[in-house]
Structures are given as C-alpha cells and as structure tokens.
C-alpha cells in the first residue's frame, strides 16, 4: 500500500468523524509542514503557531476534501496560504517576484566541489556552503523561496508545487530556475566557479 493510499484511508475516516485517524495525519506531517512554513515566517514561535492554525484550517475543510491530489500537496497549499495570510496580518508581506517563464529550470547539475570527503577543509566548507545556501534563500522573494523549498527541502514535483501555489507549471519552472540562480551566484564566490557554470 502506498503511503498516498494510507493517506486517503485515514482521510476518509478522519472524515467519518474519527479523530484518531486526523491526528496520525498530524503527527505525519507536522515536521515537514513546520519546516515549510519556517522558511516563510521566520520566528519559531510564530512558525508554530502558523502550523498549528493550518492545522486547524486543514481540520475543518476535510469534509471538503475530494482526494483528487495528494492529501499532502492540499495540506500544504493549505500551509503556504496560511503563511501568507499570517504576513499580510502582520504586515510582513515579502515583495513578490516578476512573472517570467523559463524552461532551464529542470536543468541543474551537481556540483563535484560539493563532494564531501570527511577532510576538516571539507567539513567547514560544508559548513559555509550550508549558511551561505540559508543566507541566500532568506533574502529570496516568497514566491521564490516557497517553490525551492518545496522542490529541493520537500521533494514534491513540478506538477504538485504547482498545485500547491496554485500557478501554471511554467511559472514553478521559472521561480525554481531563478531561486537556483540566485543561490548559484552567492555560492560562487566560495566554490570558485564562474558566472557561466550551470548548477
């Protein structure tokens, strides 16, 4: 059975009134919903409370819930709008990025200078890699952080970060595309590596 199956039996008796089955949701996916939304509201107080009210939302729409996507992809557009909500109220709205499609998003290569060997040089690379990769995608535009996130952080495709923020596909390809080059251009300067280099 798979875990999309074992999602739709405990939604459906969720649904039916048991609420055993929502909690199992809960517990489920609290953690990837609190990261995904940590990277919108900054403070972690506030990033649970804004989990924890997604939650709830999420709660009362269930006997809406038609299970034609993936109960995670519903609970996490869910999450994201709750987020946004969340900012506007607090009048923390990010700016928003320009619409522009581009079909390099799909195309990212690894990178060998990534390749960890356990040496202390290594490590601290790694290390500076990772505040860097933080640094650059705080200073993203929502738009642009909520898609890498969830792409790169969540794993979900193309087709369901698209449902998620509730925009063409082309568009998850092109803030994907632009997410990944501004982080690409804050890492150069460590890894040594030039503007032409695709990541």
């Not at 079909?103 to 490590?123: G, K, Q």
């Not at 890498?148 to 970060?161: A, F, V, W």
């Amino acid at each position: 059975m798979s875990d999309k199956d074992i999602d739709q039996q405990l939604v459906a008796r969720a649904q039916q009134g048991e609420k055993q089955a929502f909690e199992l949701l809960v517990a489920k996916y609290q953690r990837k919903l609190l990261r995904l939304i940590s990277r919108l509201v900054r403070d972690p107080a506030e990033a649970e409370d804004v989990a924890q009210d997604a939650f709830i939302k999420a709660y009362r729409a269930l006997p809406q819930f038609r299970g034609d996507s993936a109960f995670y992809t519903w609970l996490y557009r869910i999450g994201v709008n709750t987020a946004k909500n969340y900012l506007v109220s607090q009048g923390r709205r990010p700016p928003s990025s320009t619409e522009k499609d581009n079909e390099e998003a799909e195309t990212f290569e690894d990178a060998d200078a990534l390749r960890d060997i356990n040496t202390p040089e290594s490590i601290l690379l790694s290390k500076e890699i990772a505040t860097t990769v933080n640094a650059a995608m705080a200073k993203l535009p929502e738009e642009l952080r909520t898609a890498i996130s969830l792409r790169e952080i969540e794993g979900l495709s193309y087709d369901e970060i698209s449902e998620v923020m509730n925009c063409p596909i082309g568009t998850v390809r092109s803030r994907i595309f632009r997410a990944r080059e501004a982080i690409a251009a804050e890492l150069r300067p460590l890894l040594g590596t030039s503007a032409d280099q695709r990541w």
